[in-house]
């Protein structure tokens, strides 16, 4: 990470540069998942307990997965879409599981937040911050946040507890995808204090009919490469549509890699997952998208985005699956096979 290391005793020192700010603002990334919902209502609770802060949590695109917009109900809809007028107006801006120069996030152009707490690859442009936190090798910004918590002793409500463990969970994949040992730790102080009842409500959330028609058109434009596995499934509804359709491909026996596309405003979104422990999902999905766009990740999961402009959208997904391929060396006479076939 180019000599970056976490700073001691965090906890301290973000509350040191907090200090006396008169208005806070925490930005979670784009159509933010449960890591950073819970991350930044994490925080928001910790900086109105220790300094009596009233920070605001807002955020750009939109909660689209029904599980996400479950979690937010349950929560008592704490999070608001951005506008300009809050950005101009904030004194602090913190940024929460995203970093500057990712493209994901409303952080303006030339702005420097104040903070970065994040879990994801390490940015060089975090390093203009006053205060960072980024630990690439931690599995959720939620475990860093339960730290942050405990650290401040202080005693959670159960909504907060249960989307921190939520937020845990559905970022290592219940701890079996890129977990560390702080996530592991993170994950069991939670758990005896998780609202059982919601957080099932929440896992179970309703879905209307058009979510399993997604999964049908996916299945049948899915195409197998080998160890790699393809799929375009044109317009989504919400961006994360192209990750739900990643997660449940990645299952296919004999699947390394899964990489799924679908446009949504103009844009085309890549969601890659790997079972690779040699080659990173987020290493592979910046060298697939070069400067078409923004992307990366984590060893074992990865997005990104492409603008379109206008293009067209499954033109641009050949181009890049195209890409893929070529990264991973399979061979170009190397028929696609249909799941349907």
């Given at each position: 990470m180019d000599g970056y290391t976490i700073p001691a005793r965090p906890l301290d020192q973000l509350l040191h540069l907090l200090a006396g700010a008169?208005?806070?603002?925490?930005?979670?990334?784009?159509?933010?998942?449960?890591?950073?919902?819970a991350s930044a209502l994490g925080l928001r609770y910790l900086l109105a307990q220790?300094?009596?802060?009233?920070?605001?949590?807002?955020?750009q695109g939109m909660v689209g997965r029904a599980e996400n917009k479950a979690l937010v109900r349950f929560l008592g809809r704490p999070l608001r879409p951005l506008t300009e007028a809050e950005l101009r107006r904030a004194?602090?801006?913190?940024?929460?599981?995203?970093?500057p120069g990712?493209?994901?996030?409303?952080?303006?152009?030339?702005?420097?937040?104040?903070?970065?707490?994040?879990h994801h690859t390490w940015r060089a442009e975090s390093a203009l911050a006053p205060f960072v936190d980024v630990r690439p090798q931690q599995g959720a910004t939620s475990t860093i946040l339960t730290e942050y918590l405990q650290a401040a002793a202080l005693e959670l409500p159960r909504p907060l507890a249960t989307a921190l463990f939520y937020g845990i969970k559905t970022d290592t994949m219940g701890l079996g995808r890129g977990a560390g040992l702080?996530?592991?730790?993170?994950?069991?102080?939670?758990?005896?204090?998780v609202d059982i009842e919601a957080l099932v409500e929440i896992e179970r959330a309703q879905v209307p009919a058009s979510y399993f028609k997604s999964f049908v058109t996916a299945?049948?434009?899915?195409r197998v490469y080998g160890q790699v596995a393809l799929a375009y499934i044109g317009a989504m509804s919400y961006p994360d549509q192209a990750a739900e359709i990643a997660d449940l491909l990645s299952r296919l026996e004999g699947v390394q890699w899964v990489m799924c596309m679908g446009a949504h405003n103009d844009t085309l979104i890549l969601a890659v997952r790997s079972r690779s422990r040699s080659t990173g999902?987020?290493?592979?999905?910046?060298?697939v998208v070069g400067d078409l766009g923004m992307a990366g990740g984590h060893g074992t999961m990865a997005g990104g985005q492409v603008p379109l402009h206008?293009?067209?959208?499954?033109?641009m997904a050949e181009r890049l699956c195209q890409a893929m391929l070529a990264h991973l060396k399979v061979p170009p006479a190397t028929p696609g096979v249909a799941l349907t076939a």
């Open positions: 008169t208005r806070v603002l925490i930005l979670p990334h784009n159509d933010p998942d449960p890591d950073a919902i220790r300094l009596g802060l009233e920070a605001s949590v807002a955020y004194s602090h801006i913190v940024l929460v599981d995203t970093q990712t493209g994901n996030n409303p952080l303006p152009a030339g702005r420097i937040p104040s903070a970065i707490i994040d702080e996530d592991v730790a993170a994950y069991y102080y939670l758990q005896p204090l299945i049948q434009a899915a999902a987020g290493q592979l999905v910046r060298a206008g293009a067209d959208p499954a033109i």
